[in-house]
Each structure stands twice: as C-alpha cells, then as structure tokens.
C-alpha cells in the first residue's frame, strides 16, 4: 500500500521558519520526482518544489524561489521541505506527491498523495 505521509507543519510568526517532512512507503521510489503543493480554500493547488529522487534534481515554484529548500534522505524514503523566511502568504495546506518520471509542476501529473499538513504564519 502507498503511503505519503506528511509532518512538521504548524504556527510560526513571519520570517520564521519550519521543516516539512514527507515519509513514502509502500514502493520503490527511484523511478519517481516527488513533490511539494500547498493550497488554500477556494484556489488550485499551487506548486512549491520538487527532487528526483534518483538525482536529486530540483525544481521551485517562483514564490518560494531562494526561501525554501527540497532535498531527501533516500535511506530514510522521506523527502524534506525547509521553509525560510516565511511570510502570511504562506499560510496554506501543504500536500507531498510523486509523480512517475521527471519533475512536473502541474499537479494533475502526480499520482500519489499525502493528506495534507497546515502551515499557518499571521499576518
């Protein structure tokens, strides 16, 4: 059974920072891209970052560009997003995905999801 499981969203006051995790079970991996959305009520999903899992190649959203980092720990199967100098406008659910292949940005390329974790910095 596949599994993306997120963590580590929550409340921080801007210009703080926060880790997200993303543990994937349930498949082999190195085929795949996986990647960071985040949404807000009544918008489409919108995309954060993504890394191949089997070179580590990235790719960033313009928004989160130089504030936010993807990487992963392929002994652990968990991919990372450290987020940096975060701003109210951050404030969304954050969805972890895989996707088969290279990198996408459009989410309905992604065929795997987690269930979401609430990042929340007031304005």
């Known amino acids: 059974q596949v599994q993306l499981v997120e963590s580590g969203g929550g409340l921080v006051q801007a210009g703080g920072s926060l880790r997200l995790s993303c543990a994937a079970s349930g498949r082999a991996w190195s085929g795949y891209a996986m990647g960071w959305f985040r949404q807000t009520p009544g918008k489409e999903r919108e995309f954060v970052a993504a890394?191949?899992?089997?070179?580590?190649?990235?790719h960033y959203g313009d928004s989160v560009k130089g504030r936010f980092t993807i990487s992963r720990d392929i002994a652990r199967n968990t991919v990372y997003l450290q987020m940096n100098s975060l701003k109210p406008e951050d404030t969304a659910v954050y969805y972890c995905?895989?996707?088969?292949?290279?990198?996408?940005?459009?989410?309905?390329?992604?065929?795997?999801w987690g269930q979401g974790t609430q990042v929340t910095v007031p304005s």
């Open positions: 995905a895989a996707a088969p292949g290279c990198i996408w940005t459009s989410a309905g390329q992604y065929d795997y």
């Open positions: 890394i191949r899992w089997s070179d580590g190649s990235t």
